[in-house]
């Protein structure tokens, strides 16, 4: 993939980054949309608040990047970490960020 980052911060590419987001609170989801929206090199291919159904979804499309919530309500966040990793679902390199 080749890839460059420019003086405005964006990366360019081919085709844009494609990410999974699973998240189950409505305002951060709103607010990825909406940052998402402005730029052009990202696309969400979904999003769901289930770490199963994020399971579901790594499978079936492939991201190139996973925004997860740790702290999911039902099946947390270290459940589909873990999961990705026991099944070799997808390659991975695991970055941690904590807010609030």
């Known amino acids: 993939m080749n890839m ?7 990366m ?3 085709k844009p980054l ?12 709103r607010n990825f949309l909406d940052c998402a929206s402005k730029r052009t090199d990202i696309t969400f291919i979904g999003m769901t608040p289930s770490s199963d ?6 499978k079936t499309h492939l991201p190139e990047c ?5 702290e999911l ?11 990705c990793f026991i099944r070799a679902i997808i ?3 695991t970055s941690i ?4």
């Open 4 to 10: 460059s980052l420019e003086r405005d911060g964006t």
């Open 12 to 14: 360019t590419n081919d």
């Open 18 to 29: 494609k990410i999974l987001l699973i998240e189950d609170d409505a305002t951060d989801c």
């Open 53 to 58: 159904e994020g399971l579901r979804l790594v």
């Open 66 to 70: 996973v925004i997860l919530d740790l």
């Open 73 to 83: 309500s039902r099946s947390g966040g270290y459940f589909f970490l873990f999961s």
């Open 91 to 93: 390659p991975m390199t």
């Open 97 to 100: 960020a904590k807010t609030k």
